[in-house]
């Protein structure tokens, strides 16, 4: 059932789930001897920032632990569903084209981004004459943050089907970028007859890290280390990896936007469900059921992205044999059987964000030319 939520009651709904989530979640720290001191109550408190984050609480605005306070570029709605024993709310937006012409594209965002990223690409779809649904997943942006919570990417993919299925989508192209590319493909395994084409932006998940060396981090050093976030650290990290150096002012409002919800009364929360959300990725690769995907598929792939979960934690020897798109573009590209690959040479992590223009026609020709899957 979908239902546009009163944002004041929906705030208390979420305020009780949550809390008795934590209570659930502080239960289970205090019982295990070997858990972090710190961690417990961490979750039930916002712990005092360190020198960088005190120092990056003027450097922008505050925003509450679901974004409040940040604006969408189209009218947000919400999908009230039960999972795991608990009432939490999707945000997402449905963009109407002005001349529809019958197909549906769902955007699926990545980890350090929200379905407001997508905005450029909503405009350019709707222009076309898509209809375009982006929804935010469960602990991340504008939807519900649970403190305790099983993250797979199955369980993500069955939200999505679910919020679909309430709006009537029975049939969708299904685009994801980054780590919404490894939910797009398991989208796409687990409801093969219902998506119709597939596209993968830079998404990661292509290579097995832990098979490769990168060692397991674990959720409360994930935890710890997500405390530490800062605009000044986004910056950096997203200028090098999404961006390939270059940096221009439009970049700056998706690094506010992660950094304010850091700034706000929910860092804590934030904080908690960021490494829930790590941990999924870590441990849940993609690569080996590459070759099950049935439907047409396009990779659009920026070259000069280097991005790997846990990397800075390897040693030098494993952090220089992963991250390589070019190779790994490639190697997906010949693992699913009805697949075509665009290299952006020049381009990062972020190429629908560091290049719309080019970016924007390869999606746009592929679309208008890919067979469904029937």
Request: aromatic share 10%; hydrophobic share 45%.
């Amino acid at each position: 059932m979908i239902t546009i939520l009163n944002r004041t009651r929906a705030a208390f709904t979420y305020l009780a789930v949550a809390l008795g989530a934590a209570a659930l979640c502080h239960a289970a720290f205090a019982a295990d001897p070997g858990a972090s001191e710190a961690a417990a109550p961490a979750l039930l408190a916002v712990p005092s920032a360190d020198a960088d984050g005190a120092a990056d609480a003027s450097d922008g605005p505050a925003y509450g632990p679901e974004l409040q306070g940040f604006d969408y570029p189209h009218p947000v709605h919400d999908f009230a569903f039960v999972s795991q024993g608990q009432t939490l709310h999707m945000a997402y937006m449905d963009v109407q084209p002005g001349k529809p012409n019958g197909r549906t594209v769902v955007l699926l965002h990545g980890k350090n981004f929200c379905s407001a990223t997508w905005d450029a690409t909503i405009r350019e779809l709707s222009a076309a004459g898509y209809r375009v649904i982006a929804p935010d997943q469960i602990g991340f942006c504008k939807s519900s943050k649970p403190a305790a919570y099983q993250f797979s990417f199955q369980q993500l993919a069955r939200n999505t089907h679910a919020l679909l299925a309430a709006l009537g989508v029975h049939d969708a192209t299904i685009v994801g970028h980054s780590t919404g590319g490894m939910l797009a493909v398991r989208y796409a395994l687990m409801y093969p007859q219902e998506t119709g084409q597939l596209v993968l932006v830079n998404p990661i998940g292509l290579e097995d890290w832990k098979a490769k060396g990168v060692p397991s981090i674990s959720v409360e050093d994930w935890y710890a280390r997500e405390l530490k976030t800062s605009a000044a650290g986004i910056r950096r990290y997203e200028q090098a990896t999404y961006y390939a150096g270059q940096w221009r002012p439009a970049y700056e409002p998706w690094v506010q936007m992660l950094a304010g919800m850091y700034r706000g009364p929910g860092k804590a929360q934030v904080a908690w469900d960021s490494a829930l959300l790590y941990d999924m990725i870590y441990t849940q690769p993609v690569c080996y059921e590459l070759g099950q995907v049935s439907m047409p598929t396009l990779l659009l792939i920026g070259q000069k992205d280097s991005t790997a979960i846990g990397k800075d934690a390897a040693p030098a020897e494993v952090q220089a044999k992963i991250g390589h798109y070019p190779e790994l573009g490639k190697a997906a590209a010949k693992a699913i059987p009805n697949a075509t690959l665009v290299e952006f040479p020049a381009l990062g992590h972020a190429p629908q964000i560091q290049d719309p223009q080019a970016f924007h026609k390869a999606l746009l020709d592929w679309l208008a030319a890919a067979p469904a899957n029937r």
